[in-house]
């Protein structure tokens, strides 16, 4: 089993630290495990990396088609920014989110 195998297998466990650890050893990440990454950092209360995690996963679903994930991963950002107090960013982020929803098909995003 590859690294990012250990890290979804770590994820569906809710094991976040192993699953922290094996997401930002592996290589290839998709925008989806980036998500992942960025819900393992939030468990484990490192904040700037919720940050980066999630913002990443949006460009990653934003370059590979995938608006509907993009703007989940934009609205989970608006979600944290609203929580820590900054809600510019959250409005931010809350925009992007609609935009890519305004431009994705129907789905549970």
Known sequence: MNLREQ?????????????YDAFVTAELLEGADFDALGECAHWLGRAEEVIAAYTEGFRRHCEAGEGAKAALSAFMLAIYYRVGGEPRHADGWLSRAQRQLDEAEEGPE
């Not at 890290?7 to 699953?19: G, P, Q």
């Open 7 to 19: 890290a979804h297998s770590a994820f569906a466990a809710r094991d976040w630290e192993r699953a």
